[in-house]
T-cell receptor, first 116, second 117 residues
Framework: GNSVTQMEGPVTLSEEAFLTINCTYT??????LFWYVQYPGEGLQLLLK?????DKGSNKGFEATYRKETTSFHLEKGSVQVSDSAVYFC???????????????FGQGTILTVHP | GAGVSQSPSNKVTEKGKDVELRCDPI?????LYWYRQRLGQGLEFLIY????????KSGLPSDRFSAERTGESVSTLTIQRTQQEDSAVYLC???????????????FGPGTRLTVT
């Protein structure tokens, strides 16, 4: 079955530091890949996505590239802000070799804290 | 427009009691998903609805868990004879549809935090 492995947290950075959160996946076929973010006290929301190999998803200064050869979808941001403090989840859908109905398989989440 | 709403936001119940959790998806969204998030863990898929049918119930942990959807709108997740291991945040999400190719975004509700004492 599908699975997602995320870099263990928590991650603590100073403002303007470079961020990488690693994500690797296991799936057959060609899944779609996502990063979701959960800000304190808020619901889960989509940050970015990529639907085929070599696609780059980007939003709010965050980027992730779908690398099929390494089965990875690492999240990066060049200069983090205090407001980026949140829990980040890597997820995939599809690629199970059969009908997956779009259900998401999530990683365990990475807590990011950014200090001024 | 209105997003996905869930009620109650918090529920504390005694072991052995039944609970019902409600999800109101975004109007017009045909696909509806339930997930569970245990403390410190990622989200686990529970069940998927397309319209009022549930073609995928593979994530329901036991026969104590059931769900229904009516009017291609509201969904309720029922947990019978609750156990302490059922304590978690239960999240509902909706999307316009499911597709095998590019996936539509799932819009998540705020969740119901269930505590079984």
């Amino acid at each position: 079955g599908n699975s997602v492995t995320q870099m263990e947290g928590p991650v603590t950075l100073s403002e303007e530091a470079f961020l990488t959160i690693n994500c690797t996946y296991t799936a057959t076929g060609y899944p779609s890949l996502f990063w979701y973010v959960q800000y304190p006290g808020e619901g889960l929301q989509l940050l970015l996505k990529a639907t085929k190999a070599d696609d780059k998803g980007s939003n709010k200064g965050f980027e992730a590239t779908y690398r099929k050869e390494t089965t990875s979808f690492h999240l990066e941001k060049g200069s983090v802000q205090v407001s980026d403090s949140a829990v980040y989840f890597c997820a995939l859908s599809g690629g199970a070799g059969g009908t997956s109905y779009g259900k998401l398989t999530f990683g365990q989440g990475t807590i990011l804290t950014v200090h001024p | 427009g209105a997003g996905v709403s869930q009620s109650p936001s918090n529920k504390v119940t005694e072991k052995g009691k039944d609970v019902e959790l409600r999800c109101d998806p975004i109007s017009g969204h045909t696909a509806l998903y339930w997930y569970r998030q245990r403390l410190g863990q990622g989200l686990e898929f529970l069940i998927y609805f397309q319209g009022n049918s549930a073609p995928d119930k593979s994530g329901l942990p036991s026969d104590r868990f059931s769900a229904e959807r009516t009017g291609e709108s509201v969904s309720t997740l029922t947990i019978q004879r609750t156990q302490q291991e059922d304590s978690a945040v239960y999240l509902c999400a909706s999307s316009p549809t499911h597709v095998q190719g590019p996936s539509y975004e799932q819009y998540f509700g705020p969740g119901t935090r269930l505590t079984v004492t």
